[in-house]
C-alpha cells in the first residue's frame, strides 16, 4: 500500500532522476553527483539540466547535499517516494527464487525450527538481519495428542498443533504406569483436546482407566503454554556490515533484544497499511537510520504472524520486499499443509 501517489508530486523527468539517484546511492552509499546520473540509463538530459532538477529536489525535501561540494543522497521523503513508486514491481531473482523453493521442499519439523531456519533464509538473501513471529499457541488446534512411556515412572506428553507446532512435556509420575493405563490416558486426552485449542480445552473429569494420568498430562500441558508470540532473529551479525557508525549498531542490536519491541513494531507497520517503515517511521528513536520491510503471513486462511527484514535506510528495497513477499507467501502455504 502506498501513503501517496507519487506521480502527482513529481514530472516524469525529476522522477527518473530521484529514481536513479536512489538505486545509485543504494548501491554505492556514497553522495551521487549530476555527471554521474546524466549517463545513467533512461535520462537522456545534461547535466546542466540534471543538476538543476537535482537542486529542485533538495528544495522540495527529496534529496539532501551532506556536504558543500558532494553529491546529494536521498531523504525519507525521497526513500519513500521510492518504494511507493515500486508498486508491486518487485521480483525475486531466479537463483533467489530457486533457493526459496529448495528450502521449502525441505523444511520439515517442529515449528520452531522451521521458523529459526527461516530467519536465516531471509538474511541470506537480503544481508539484513530477518525477523519472524511465530503463531501463538493460543490461536491454534490441536491436532493429535499421545502419551509415549519412557520409563515406569516418565511419560514423554506430544502435541501437533494446527500451526505446526509440536509440544513436548516429560512428566514424572508418583508411581509405575504401565503401557495399558499410558494408552488408556492418550484415548481420554485425545477425546478432550484434539479439534480444541489450549484455552478451550475440555477438562478431563471421567472415572476410567488412565483419568488420573491425563488429568496430571493436562495440567502439565497448560501450565507450559506459550504466552504471546515467539520471535526468532537471524543475521544479526548483519547488522554491523549495514551501518559507520558503532554506537548506532549498539542501538540496533539493543532494540533487537528486546522482542516485545520487535513484535509491536511489526505490528504496528501493518496496522498503519504499511509493508515499508523509513527511518523516523518506525516510530522507534533509535532506528531513525533503519528501514523496516513487513509482511503477514496466513496458516489455514487465518493469520499467522508476521515475517520482515531491518536494514539501513539505503537497503535495496525491491530485493527486500520481493524476498520478504515471496518468502511470507510459502511459509504460510508449508504450515498450512502440515
Given at each position: 500500500m502506498t501513503t501517496s501517489d507519487p506521480a502527482a508530486h513529481l514530472d516524469e523527468r525529476k522522477a527518473s532522476i530521484l529514481r536513479a539517484v536512489v538505486e545509485e546511492h543504494i548501491h554505492t552509499a556514497q553522495p551521487v553527483g549530476s555527471g554521474h546520473i546524466a549517463s545513467a540509463p533512461g535520462i537522456g538530459v545534461s547535466s546542466a539540466t540534471v543538476r538543476n532538477d537535482m537542486a529542485a529536489l533538495e528544495q522540495e525535501g527529496y534529496l539532501v547535499q551532506p556536504h558543500t561540494s558532494a553529491g546529494r543522497v536521498p531523504t525519507e521523503k525521497g526513500y519513500r517516494?521510492?518504494?511507493?513508486?515500486l508498486g508491486s514491481s518487485s521480483r525475486l531473482r531466479t537463483t533467489d527464487a530457486q533457493q526459496v523453493t529448495s528450502f521449502f521442499a525441505q523444511a520439515h519439523g517442529e515449528l520452531?525450527?522451521?521458523?529459526?531456519?527461516?530467519?536465516?533464509?531471509?538474511?541470506?538473501?537480503?544481508?539484513?538481519?530477518?525477523?519472524?513471529?511465530?503463531?501463538p499457541h493460543e490461536a491454534a488446534t490441536i491436532r493429535s495428542v499421545q502419551l509415549v512411556g519412557l520409563a515406569p515412572r516418565l511419560v514423554?506428553?506430544?502435541?501437533?498443533l494446527s500451526n505446526g507446532a509440536i509440544d513436548k512435556h516429560t512428566l514424572e509420575l508418583e508411581a509405575d504406569a504401565d503401557e495399558l493405563v499410558v494408552g488408556a490416558a492418550s484415548a481420554v486426552l485425545s477425546r478432550a483436546l484434539v479439534g480444541h485449542s489450549y484455552t478451550s480445552?475440555?477438562?478431563?473429569v471421567v472415572d476410567e482407566p488412565g483419568a488420573g494420568l491425563?488429568?496430571?498430562?493436562?495440567?502439565?500441558?497448560?501450565?507450559?503454554?506459550?504466552?504471546?508470540?515467539?520471535?526468532f532473529i537471524g543475521g544479526t551479525s548483519q547488522v554491523a556490515a549495514a551501518f559507520d557508525a558503532v554506537a548506532t549498531v549498539s542501538e540496533v542490536?539493543?532494540?533487537?533484544?528486546?522482542?516485545?519491541?520487535?513484535?509491536?513494531?511489526?505490528?504496528?507497520?501493518?496496522?498503519?497499511?504499511?509493508?515499508?517503515?523509513?527511518?523516523?517511521?518506525?516510530?522507534?528513536?533509535?532506528?531513525?537510520?533503519?528501514?523496516?520491510?513487513?509482511?503477514?503471513?496466513?496458516?489455514?486462511?487465518?493469520?499467522?504472524?508476521?515475517?520482515?527484514?531491518?536494514?539501513?535506510?539505503?537497503?535495496?528495497?525491491?530485493?527486500?520486499?520481493?524476498?520478504?513477499?515471496?518468502?511470507?507467501?510459502?511459509?504460510?502455504?508449508?504450515?498450512?499443509?502440515?
Open positions: 517516494f521510492f518504494v511507493d513508486d520452531e525450527s522451521m521458523l529459526a531456519d527461516t530467519t536465516k533464509l531471509l538474511a541470506g538473501l537480503t544481508r539484513y538481519t530477518a525477523v519472524v513471529v511465530g503463531p514423554l506428553l506430544v502435541v501437533v480445552a475440555i477438562d478431563v491425563a488429568r496430571q498430562a493436562l495440567a502439565a500441558l497448560l501450565g507450559h503454554a506459550h504466552d504471546g508470540e515467539q520471535v542490536l539493543r532494540v533487537l533484544e528486546q522482542q516485545y519491541v520487535v513484535v509491536g513494531l511489526l505490528n504496528d507497520v501493518l496496522e498503519r497499511g504499511l509493508h515499508v517503515a523509513i527511518g523516523t517511521e518506525t516510530g522507534i528513536a533509535p532506528l531513525a537510520d533503519c528501514s523496516v520491510v513487513v509482511a503477514p503471513y496466513e496458516v489455514g486462511g487465518e493469520p499467522a504472524g508476521t515475517i520482515g527484514v531491518l536494514g539501513p535506510t539505503r537497503m535495496n528495497y525491491p530485493q527486500a520486499l520481493a524476498a520478504v513477499a515471496v518468502v511470507s507467501r510459502r511459509l504460510g502455504q508449508t504450515l498450512s499443509e502440515g
